[in-house]
């Protein structure tokens, strides 16, 4: 267990639903990031925030996600209209920046299936 | 665009055997680069990482060696055990660890 959690840690859902994760990071950290992994493939980076501040979106993130970190605490990452192409494990991680090695810890993912 | 490779993607070693996961970078400007473990149906976990100003990183039985002039880094396991039988992912970033781009990931298996 690393610290950071996620909720819920399964979705099924129908195409065209829309859906909510939550990431609850460690406490001090102040980088959140999302990313997202097919079966058989490496995570892709999806977005990430400094404190509340959402500093990058990669070009995968279409204009139905949307993610948020109110008060640069937990953050939360929704799928609108939701498509079978969505189908993933959606992982967050968080790390401290301290101008050394800032290591990213991975929570365990919520894994989406729509069907 | 994959920009960073890694094989071979799949790897089965004896016990005591030294798995070798390889990966290599097209973009010059990474400076960071990790190596995750992960289970089945846990996220990645942190192993061991480099930066380009050393050649190579031991921690425990993890080594890396880094090979800056042909944009390489592989991984070594000494001593494999079975319960080191996990998937492995190289990664890489610059400008301080921001977003990683991760390789297509090495299935290893150790049998005994």
């Known amino acids: 267990d690393t610290g950071v959690s996620q909720d819920p840690r399964h979705k099924i859902t129908k195409r065209g639903q829309n859906v909510t994760f939550r990431c609850d990071p460690i406490s001090e950290h102040n980088r959140l990031y999302w990313y997202r992994q097919t079966l058989g493939q490496g995570p892709e980076f999806l977005t990430y925030?400094?404190?509340?501040?959402?500093?990058?979106k990669s070009r995968l993130l279409s204009d139905r996600f949307s993610a948020e970190r109110p008060k640069g605490s937990f953050s939360t990452l929704e799928i609108q209209r939701t498509e079978q192409g969505d189908s993933a494990m959606y992982l967050c991680?968080?790390?401290?920046?301290?101008?050394?090695?800032?290591?990213?810890?991975f929570g365990p993912g919520t894994r989406l299936t729509v069907l | 665009q994959q920009q960073v490779k890694q094989s071979p993607q799949s790897l089965i070693v004896q016990k005591g055997g030294i798995p070798i996961i390889n990966c290599a970078y097209e973009n010059t400007a990474f400076d960071y680069f990790p190596w995750y473990q992960q289970f089945p149906g846990k996220g990645p976990a942190l192993l061991i990482a480099i930066r380009p100003d050393v050649s190579e990183k031991k921690e425990g039985r993890f080594t890396i060696s880094f090979n800056k002039s042909a944009k390489q880094f592989s991984l070594h396991i000494m001593d494999s055990q079975p319960g080191d039988s996990a998937t492995y992912f190289c990664?890489?970033?610059?400008?301080?660890?921001?977003?990683?781009?991760f390789g297509t990931g090495t299935r290893l298996t150790i049998i005994p």
């Open positions: 925030f400094q404190n509340e501040a959402q500093l990058e």
């Open positions: 991680a968080s790390s401290l920046v301290s101008g050394s090695e800032d290591e990213q810890f």
């Open positions: 990664a890489a970033s610059d400008f301080g660890n921001e977003k990683l781009t």
